[in-house]
């Protein structure tokens, strides 16, 4: 329906200048002589004609807008189809550094941990709820993973693969209430277990307990995996010592360890599929 009424618009103005080039047209014969025809045509003619002029200058004026508009209207349309490919250069951009960062991120992992056979992986459902903190990756059964393969990044400790299906597996996090591994603290050599724990899962952190009440343990300490037991490399940074406190028997310590990785912003994962014992390259 718009487009009707614009078309009309534009007939009925090239119908309105045709007919003020035909009336100056007619005008004009007589626009020279002193006779009394011309005096007489003059008088009855000139206000016509100047009713004509301004119509169409109007017109002229209308017709120049309407192009003008035109012309807006096509640039406009270009200029949305230089921010839509702008746009679509941006996202390539990060996509291709979020790449090339994995790919520097993968490479460092291999170089200091020699001794494990490692893959990426991506994270593609989060099903954390109010006691556990647990996620699915992209890579399953036929990729090689097995339950109980230690998931990583180059900052630390992630967790654990609980359940394997042949093209995803789910991961149980370091922070969710049934995570535990075995963890030391390397500045003393003090060895302990790293549990998840209900109460603290809230603030994204985890336990460190069975400590001994005449254990130096201080915030700030640095946390990482034992290597006891078959589930761990040993030396993978779990975390940093946030607070220290007495167990409620009075027997033994615990400390609270805020996590090298920030779960809730994982995006990329490592999953170690295998390991042998030896000497973590630094």
Known sequence: MKRFFKNKAVVIALALIAAVLITSAVLSIFSEGTSLPYKIANAVVSPFQKAF????????????????????????????????????????AEMYKAENEDLH????????????????????????????S?????????????????????DGLVGLVTRVENSYSEVRSLIDTEFSAGAML???????????????????????????????????????????????????????VAAVGTEAGGMSMYAEIAPAVD????????????????DVVQ
Not at 134 to 154: P, S, Y
Not at 270 to 278: D, K, S
């Open 105 to 132: 991120a993968l490479l460092d992992i291999r170089e200091r941990y020699v001794n494990m056979s490692i893959d990426t992986a991506s994270i593609i459902a989060w099903n954390d709820t109010s006691w556990a």
């Open 53 to 92: 002029t301004a119509v169409k200058n109007g017109l002229s004026s209308f017709w120049d807008a309407q192009t003008k508009y035109d012309e807006l209207l096509e640039e406009n349309e270009a200029l949305r189809d230089e921010i839509r490919e702008l746009k679509q250069l941006i996202g390539d």
């Open 134 to 154: 647990t996620f699915t990756i992209n890579k399953g059964a036929r990729d090689g993973v097995t339950t109980e393969c230690c998931v990583i990044t180059k």
């Open 263 to 278: 779960i809730a912003a994982l995006t990329q994962v490592f999953i170690v599929l295998g390991f042998e014992t030896g």
């Open 186 to 240: 390397p500045r003393t050599n003090l060895f302990a277990v790293a549990n998840g724990h209900f109460t603290l899962m809230k603030d994204g952190r985890l336990r460190l307990e069975y400590i001994p009440l005449d254990s130096d343990v201080k915030v700030g300490d640095n946390v990482v995996t034992s290597g006891i037991g078959d589930l761990f490399p040993p030396d993978i940074v779990i975390g940093s």
